[in-house]
């Protein structure tokens, strides 16, 4: 029933282009990821207090969720982030504008591919592809932001990805808020229901941009 509804995405992520929401990406091709100097000091990301949140939409309406993250480290010198990465659980997908029994479980199944092998690949298929990575090329300053160009990796594609965030550092912890940006889900082979794949959808279709905002907390090793 409403498991055609939609997904996110994921991970997640990702080149240039502004929307009413947030920074849009559609770039091609993935950068060299960036390295640490041997002054750097390297923070683990906190798993339990980081997410990545989605929001997915159709002509007749949207859900959102969150996916949670399964490791990952920032290494940082003079408060700045200078590179890091990231893995994503993809086995974590949860909706959240759901209730138990309104149709949650069957949604978040067909995000994952897990309720039938017919739709393992309409969104992520987290059995065949259970994490996605996120690895930072470059972190520049801009209006008392960071803008950070990484590579995402969802379904075992590779793609650029671009976002601004705000990060803090108090010494022993780091933390990175992003603002909202767009990922175009083809990018990444997650075709369900897509306009721009499928002919002939009417208003049976989903968007294929999907909404992220990444939310990180790593504390010093």
């Given at each position: 029933m409403k498991?055609?509804?939609?997904?996110?995405?994921?991970?997640a992520t990702i080149s240039l282009n502004v929307s009413c929401k947030g920074e849009k990406n559609d770039s091609e091709e993935a950068?060299?990821?960036?390295?640490?100097?041997?002054?750097?000091?390297?923070?683990?990301?906190?798993?339990?207090?980081?997410?990545?949140?989605?929001t997915g939409s159709k002509p007749s309406g949207k859900h959102n969720g969150t996916i949670n993250l399964k490791s990952g480290e920032l290494a940082v010198k003079n408060d700045t982030i200078e590179s890091g990465m990231f893995v994503i659980d993809m086995n974590s997908i949860v909706v959240s504008d759901?209730?138990?029994g309104d149709?949650?479980?069957?949604?978040?199944?067909?995000?994952?591919?897990?309720?039938?092998?017919?739709?393992?690949?309409?969104?992520?298929?987290?059995?065949?592809?259970?994490?996605?990575?996120?690895?930072?090329?470059?972190?520049?300053?801009?209006?008392?932001k960071a803008k950070i160009n990484g590579n995402l990796t969802l379904k075992g594609v590779t793609k650029p990805v671009?976002?601004?965030a705000t990060t803090t550092n108090n010494g022993d912890e780091m933390t990175l808020t992003s603002d909202a940006f767009l990922i175009n889900r083809t990018h990444w082979n997650v075709n369900y229901a897509s306009k721009s794949i499928f002919d002939d959808l009417k208003d049976k279709f989903v968007n294929d941009d999907i909404e992220l905002v990444v939310k990180l907390k790593a504390t010093k090793k």
């Open positions: 498991k055609s509804i939609l997904s996110l995405f994921v991970l950068g060299e990821v960036a390295t640490a100097s041997i002054e750097s000091t390297n923070y683990t990301v906190d798993t339990q207090n980081s997410v990545i949140e989605w759901l209730a138990a149709g949650k479980e069957d949604l978040e199944a067909h995000l994952k591919g897990t309720g039938d092998k017919a739709g393992e690949d309409h969104f992520f298929n987290v059995t065949k592809f259970p994490e996605g990575t996120f690895e930072i090329v470059s972190i520049t300053a801009e209006n008392g671009e976002f601004t």
